[in-house]
């Protein structure tokens, strides 16, 4: 098993994350904590994904804190393409393989490592995104570009935000320009 303990700066939501990503030979195990302040809301947000050895998202625990107030979800891939949110099947996210946290730029390394782009190559997904201060759960489309060996173009689709996100050989985000920074790592 190999870890790796980070720490991100959120630029934009004025945060700080402490993630620790264990990596085995059947997967990984991702634990995280995010405490911050945007806006007029204070936030802690705890979570825990598995993936499979491929990178599939597997199972999401969720549990955050919005200015007092708590909220806990379970997502699940019951079956290829299927999810269960907090036990209940959820034919809305028919497709989604990936997730995406709107707090943590980890969640950017989950297609990275998965789609195994070769180099100018792109890929567009359907994520089920998770917008905690927006506390709105919704399938976006999204589009992948690898324009290096450490660099990729990330894209909603339609195209109304789009970033070039830094990597390190191991996919994790280095530079999320106006939103993230790696600011250590062991």
């Known amino acids: 098993m190999t870890q790796q303990n980070i720490l991100w700066t959120g630029i ?12 085995t030979g059947t997967g990984a195990e991702i634990r995280s904590c ?16 598995t993936v499979n050895r491929n990178w599939e998202t597997a199972y999401v625990e969720m549990k955050s804190q919005l200015n007092g107030t708590i909220h806990s979800s379970i997502f699940q891939r019951a079956l290829p393409g299927n999810w269960e949110i907090d036990g209940y099947p959820s034919d809305q996210f028919r497709g989604c393989i990936d997730i995406d946290i709107s707090l943590t730029p980890f969640t950017n390394s989950l297609p990275i490592n998965r789609l195994k782009l070769d180099m100018h190559e792109e890929r567009q997904i359907n994520v089920l995104y998770i917008d905690i201060l927006g506390r709105e759960v919704k399938e976006v489309r ?12 990330y894209e ?31």
């Open 156 to 186: 909603n689709v339609p195209n109304d935000f789009e970033a070039i996100i830094q990597v390190d050989r191991s996919g994790l985000v280095v530079n999320y320009p106006g939103l993230f920074e790696r600011t250590a790592i062991k």
């Open 142 to 153: 999204q589009k992948y570009t690898r324009l290096s060996e450490l660099e990729y173009k």
């Open 34 to 49: 995010i405490v911050g302040s945007h806006g007029d809301t204070i936030y802690k947000v705890d979570y825990l994904i």
């Open 12 to 23: 934009f939501y004025h945060s700080l994350e402490n993630c620790v990503v264990s990596v």
